[in-house]
């Protein structure tokens, strides 16, 4: 190839990524979800009837700002940055609030368990974000994925990065579940299909589970690959079908299924105490 048409395909090359990015959605809820027409009742949020959440991978799309993630010696608390292109970080007042937050970074165990969190950390005048590590996480190699928005173009930024244990992992005190995830009944698993995942609840032994409002809607679901660490996550709110409010509710989730394999659905809740629970989706070709 002659060097004049290496540089027209650089040219091309650049053109295209540079005018893929800014022909993203430009919010956090219309990239996360196709066609963004939210539903509000009662201060709530619920995605619209025709919105569906992706499976993303933020190091394939490459977002213009970089993570990076450190751990303190004894592992109980993190640091993050945000480095954008020109090298500067992310500050507290570039960042816009996003379902209630500025920042939401979730923090996975690579392997064994695969526990996780989703935490919201805090900005210090140096640039970065602090935030304590859940006792479940510490002492293991980690997954985090952060999703947040550019204050000044409104423009949602996903990044991910991977660290490495700074300390041995300690037998932590796991409290049981209070409430049960009863049941996941989806329209289908088939690859790249529009699912809609309707996730059966109750409350402690069976009684009436009220749910309250987490950031800004009646519960968060976050999918993983459990065959392929650091594959990608899915970030999603539920829809409005008239179930969420039943004595055992059923929270309804539309998501484009990711490529065959297993992965780990985590559902975010609060009845008055924030509670994270787990199931298993396997999605077949």
């Not at 963004?36 to 700002?65: M, R």
């Not at 989703?118 to 590590?133: E, I």
């Not at 991977?162 to 690859?191: C, G, I």
């Amino acid at each position: 190839m002659t060097p004049l048409r290496q540089t027209l395909v650089i040219t091309l090359l650049a053109s295209a990524g540079y005018y893929g990015l800014r022909s993203l959605p430009d919010t956090q809820c219309a990239f996360l979800h196709n066609d963004h027409q939210p539903v509000v009742v009662d201060g709530v949020e619920f995605c619209g009837l025709n919105e569906e959440a992706n499976f993303y991978s933020p190091k394939a799309l490459q977002f213009p700002v970089e993570l990076k993630v450190e751990l303190s010696a004894d592992g109980t608390k993190g640091e993050l940055r945000l480095t954008k292109e020109d090298g500067r970080p992310y500050y507290d007042h570039e960042v816009a609030v996003s379902h209630t937050r500025k920042v939401h970074l979730h923090l996975r165990q690579s392997r064994g368990v695969r526990a996780y969190a989703h935490l919201h950390p805090t900005p210090a005048q140096d640039g970065s974000w602090r935030f304590d590590v859940p006792e479940v996480l510490r002492g293991h190699d980690l997954e985090a994925y952060v999703d947040f928005a550019d204050a000044r173009t409104s423009r949602v930024m996903l990044a991910q990065a991977e660290t490495k244990a700074v300390s041995a992992a300690l037998d932590a005190f796991v409290a049981p579940m209070r409430n049960a995830l009863v049941s996941v009944d989806a329209s289908t698993l088939k690859s790249g299909a529009s699912a809609t995942l309707r996730v059966k609840l109750s409350g402690p032994e069976g009684k009436a589970l009220k749910l309250l409002p987490i950031m800004g809607s009646l519960g968060h679901a976050v999918v993983f690959s459990a065959d392929k660490p650091s594959a990608g996550y899915a970030h999603m709110h539920p829809t409005l079908e008239g179930g969420e409010y039943a004595p055992n509710p059923t929270l309804s989730f539309r998501l484009r299924l990711p490529p065959p394999g297993t992965y780990d659905l985590w559902l975010n809740l609060n009845d008055g105490q924030e509670e994270l629970l787990r199931t298993t989706l396997v999605v077949t070709p």
